[in-house]
């Protein structure tokens, strides 16, 4: 029996795929089973609702979206040439602008001397802690980076969720909340160019 295994080992190979694939169908049923067995549905999975932001950029803006709170949208413009980072709060359920908020990124990003502007923006869910009694900021850091330089500085929306639901216009400076250098190489030209 065994010479014959030998000379064929196809065989053995199909035979022993056949019984991983039978042993995985069966720890497959026999969890489904014991989570019907304890009253569970199959639905009861653990499940993690997803969060898309979106960003986008070209010569000489970039934008990006991400949410302030449950009902609320940003949308995030910057202007390489004047440095502004402007964000509209959008509501989800009105449609409607409710409030602009503002920074001028040149501060913090100067263009390098002889080269053009470039920056490249990003949102990312964040849970901020309440400062000092106030409110925590929206639920979006933004980042901004020089990509010529590396440099980088993060910014939060100082939204009122409380301003928000009294249907108040809110309008602030973006908060400046830490900065730093992606690249700490430096870049030099080829020779000759």
């Known amino acids: ?59 000489n803006f970039a934008v990006a979206t991400g949410p302030l709170d449950e ?47 470039h920056y490249l923006m990003v949102t990312g869910l964040a849970s901020f802690q309440a400062q000092a009694g106030g409110q925590p900021p929206g639920k979006s850091a933004i980042y901004v980076l020089d990509s010529n330089s590396g440099k980088f500085v993060i910014y939060a929306v100082p939204w009122s969720r409380v301003a928000a639901a009294n249907g108040q216009n809110q309008g602030f400076p973006l908060i400046p909340l830490d900065s730093g250098k992606a690249q700490n190489v430096a870049i030099r030209p080829k020779a000759g160019s």
């Not at 065989?11 to 489904?32: D, P, S, T």
């Not at 964000?87 to 053009?116: C, D, M, R």
Request: aromatic letters at 8%.
């Open 1 to 59: 029996m065994w010479n014959e295994l030998r000379e064929r080992p196809g065989l053995v190979f199909g035979g022993g795929l056949v019984a991983g694939l039978a042993l995985g169908a069966a720890a497959v049923v026999g969890c489904l089973a014991t989570m019907l067995w304890q009253g569970e549905a199959p639905s009861s999975v653990a499940f993690t609702p997803l969060h898309a932001d979106s960003s986008s950029n070209s010569d």
């Open 71 to 117: 009902d609320m949208e940003m949308y995030a413009t910057l202007d390489f040439v004047s440095g502004d980072l402007t964000v509209w709060a959008l509501g989800k359920i009105t449609a409607k602008l409710s409030g602009k908020f503002t920074a001028n990124v040149l501060a913090g990003l100067p263009p390098e001397k002889g080269k053009k502007a």
